[in-house]
């Protein structure tokens, strides 16, 4: 599968400008980032890419930044030796959950061990979004629960929930890439109770859950909040991230338009995590 790498540089870099830009990237196809020191890569499938969008995308920015780009087409890569070579490290969450890749040594030992061998996928918990989530699951009595794992990426809150003592549960991305990733990194784990699919919220229908778990982008979930709400169980919970606090009225809109109550959110780096109940 060839993908094009576009390569921004921010004058004047800020992280909050790179994290805006990864959302409104996300939103005309873009799936996987990277920081660099002035800026990022960003990565979208050769089927996926229009020049044209990121120009749109560019001239349309909220914030008074100069942003340039340069594009290459690149083949696949071995995306656990890029990780490695440049930065992932072992995260600790909560002082309860590890997360780091196979080829770390001394790892800490707490009391959920996840081994995440990241692909073109997003989710090894360095994120403020997944690790907000992340925070979230720690929190939960997920003992029997059936859960949704929406956008799952490397699979990395679906691994988490079934160590948490969930029953059953499905995760669901777009791209192959994660799909792929996510299988692996199920298998790495030694996790049996995680079934993963290939596609989006019309896989949904007729399905029931008593948790979902939605670490996407702003826009995706208010298109797709009406079926997350369907197949959610009366008193389910629907927990959502990738979006910024600015952003919470319009979720909160759109959740309660389809019967769903938001009862609290969780914050870092203007990041946030919402919780919101099927009434």
């Known amino acids: 599968m060839k993908y094009f790498e576009i390569n921004f540089i921010i004058e004047q870099y800020e992280e909050y400008i790179a994290d805006l830009l990864i959302e409104e990237l ?3 196809g873009f799936d996987s980032f990277e920081h660099t020191n002035d800026g990022l890569n960003a990565y979208v499938q050769s089927t996926d890419f229009e020049e044209a969008k990121i120009r749109i995308l560019l001239d349309d920015f909220p914030f008074e930044a100069s942003i340039n780009y340069k594009v290459t087409q690149i083949d696949s890569k071995n995306w656990n030796e890029e990780w490695e070579k440049n930065y992932f ?6 002082n309860k959950c590890v997360i780091h890749s196979s080829f770390h040594k001394n790892i800490p030992i707490v009391k959920y061990d996840i081994v995440i061998d990241p692909k073109m996928a997003f989710g090894t918990g360095h994120h403020e979004t997944t690790s907000l989530v992340i925070g979230r699951i720690l929190e939960m009595d997920l003992e029997g629960k059936s859960i949704l794992d929406m956008g799952c990426g490397t699979a990395v809150l679906a691994i988490l929930a079934s160590m948490c003592g969930a ?3 499905l995760a669901i991305d777009i791209d192959t890439w ?3 990733n996510s299988i692996e990194n199920i298998i790495v784990n ?3 109770n995680i079934e993963v699919k290939l596609g989006d919220v019309e896989l949904l229908k007729g399905m029931q859950f008593d948790i979902i778990l939605a670490n996407i982008n702003r826009n995706i979930l208010l298109w797709d909040m009406e079926q997350y709400s369907c197949c959610l169980q009366t008193g ?5 991230s990738g979006f910024y606090k600015e952003d919470i009225p319009l979720i909160e809109a759109e959740a309660n338009r389809n019967g769903l109550k938001l009862i609290e959110f969780k914050g870092k780096n203007n990041w946030v995590v919402v919780k919101t109940v099927k009434e």
């Open 26 to 28: 996300g939103e005309i």
């Open 89 to 94: 490290e072992p995260i600790i969450i909560d």
């Open 167 to 169: 029953k059953k549960i």
């Open 178 to 180: 994660c799909t792929e």
């Open 190 to 192: 030694k996790i049996d």
């Open 236 to 240: 389910g919970e629907l927990y959502m």
